[in-house]
């Protein structure tokens, strides 16, 4: 691809100069032609007929000329053709499937991992299959994902996170506060390290989160410049947090929980008093500027116990969806094993589904101790039980959701004593699906029976 991209260029510079000599008595400058970059983009589906076989969809919108070619994962450029192309994809694997849009401005790209198995294509890049006495192998077309910290990728979590799942999030190492820590210094070391690791072990990384008000270190809190400064600060902030990760990270939370608790308005972050009631779009438009294929989601908690919030947080979705900004919802999901009921957990994947959004069941815990006792001491065999059958009926709701609206079924930790619930309330718990010991809990059970 280096070679395109070299062609490219030196069209490119071919007609800057073209353009700069082509007057007789003065060299006048001459941007070629005016026209903007037309942003490649592209989806694809698979045949109804044949599983093997993939239906591309050329979406670019642009004004003025321009023409598209398609790397089909092999290296040579192909002609786009008018309608849907079709591709057969027969051996298992992983494709990379790119569009290449040129006018006079240069070009752009767009590209897609498309992934096969014994099957077929696997629908939404996940392949189903594999050992169904675990998590991951027990779900299909769907991750699993788990929390993970970059001291926490050796031993028996290691084993545990490639055995049970395939999608990881940074529990707090890909927050501002960490990848972010003084101005214009940046400390990618843990971020790094998790992206490697999941990449090296064919494991999604979802990126978790860039703003979010809880994890915005003090410099930008204390922001000295203007308001135009800040903005194009966290535009430099986005851009280097995407750029490096373009390829790595296939999902981000760009904003994370904006919405106030009680009065369901925008909470009065410093990036809303500093970018204005639209921040949410800003962010958003500069993250798709950087990388138009990675799946951008917003997520917040309560969504399914508080209807109010989660009208809330549908009309920010809608705000981002009319503008092409959004790729899915995620609903943290820290509830208890005695709520929120079923029918409310399935108003949140309603609302997403109907408009045509991923759905990410993200952070999942549920406690057993919701009354606060501070005096329980170990989990009881009727909460145990209790706990696994509301994992069960999560693993059942999100198992029925139509397959081009699964993503990801996270739990927020691995073993009950890693969980950052225990320092939140401050009084013990047992919410995660493994014990202390990495054993599997019957919550564990309870999810691969709901996975069914
Ligand atoms: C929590 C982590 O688990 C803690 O380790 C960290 O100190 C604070 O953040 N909602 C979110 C998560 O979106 O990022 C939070 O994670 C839990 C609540």
């Avoid at 395109?4 to 400058?29: G, N, T």
């Avoid at 210094?185 to 090296?200: K, L, M, N, Q």
């Avoid at 057993?368 to 999560?394: F, I, M, W």
Wanted: proline residues 4%; negative net charge.
């Amino acid at each position: 691809m280096k070679n395109f991209r070299i062609y490219k260029l030196l069209a490119f510079l071919i007609m800057l100069v073209i353009s700069a000599c082509d007057s007789d008595d003065e060299v006048i400058y001459v941007s070629p032609s005016g026209t903007d970059l037309v942003q490649a983009s592209f989806t694809y589906s698979i045949s109804t007929t044949d599983p093997n076989v993939i239906l591309l969809n050329n979406t670019t919108q642009g004004s003025g000329d321009f023409t598209s070619e398609w790397d089909f994962g092999t290296g040579d450029l192909v002609p786009d053709e008018p309608g849907l192309e079709e591709l057969r994809l027969d051996g298992v694997g992983s494709y990379t499937i790119k569009l290449y849009v040129t006018n006079t401005a240069g070009f752009t790209e767009a590209s897609e991992t498309v992934r096969v198995d014994e099957d077929g294509v696997c629908p939404n890049s996940v392949c189903g299959g594999g050992d169904p006495s675990t998590l991951k192998g027990s779900a299909k077309n769907f991750s699993v994902g788990t929390i993970v910290r970059d001291n926490r990728l050796t031993g028996m979590h290691d084993e545990v996170i490639r055995r049970d799942f395939n999608n990881i999030t940074s529990e707090y190492q890909m927050k501002m506060n960490v990848m972010y820590p003084s101005q214009g210094t940046y400390d990618f070391g843990p971020s790094d390290a998790i992206v490697d690791y999941g990449v090296a072990n064919g494991i999604d990384v979802h990126g978790h989160a860039l703003i979010w008000h809880n994890a915005t270190p003090s410099w930008v809190e204390n922001f000295a410049g203007t308001d135009a400064e800040f903005e194009a600060m966290i535009r430099d902030y986005i851009t280097t947090v995407l750029e490096r990760y373009k390829g790595k990270v296939r999902s981000w939370d760009v904003v994370n929980e904006a919405i106030e608790d009680g009065s369901n308005a925008l909470r009065n972050s410093v990036f809303r008093q500093r970018m204005g009631d639209d921040f949410i779009e800003k962010c958003y438009q500069m993250a798709r500027d950087v990388d138009p294929d990675v799946l951008l989601f917003y997520n917040d908690y309560n969504m399914a116990s508080d209807s109010g919030k989660r009208a809330a947080m549908f009309a920010i979705a809608d705000r981002l969806k009319t503008l092409n900004l959004i790729d899915g919802i995620g609903a943290q999901l820290h509830i208890s094993y005695n709520g929120p009921a079923r029918g409310e957990i399935q108003a949140v994947v309603d609302g997403t589904v109907s408009r045509d959004l991923l759905m990410h069941f993200a952070e999942i815990d549920i406690r057993t101790n919701p009354e606060g006792n501070s005096s329980v001491t170990a989990l009881s065999s009727e909460r145990a039980l209790l706990q696994k059958d509301k994992y069960k009926e999560l693993a059942e709701i999100y198992t029925d959701i139509p397959t081009a609206n699964k993503f990801a079924f996270t739990v927020w930790g691995l073993k009950d004593n890693e969980s950052w619930l225990l320092d939140f309330w401050g009084v013990p718990d047992f919410p995660l699906l493994f014990d202390d010991n990495f054993n599997p809990k019957p919550a564990y059970e309870g999810v691969i029976e709901g996975f069914q």
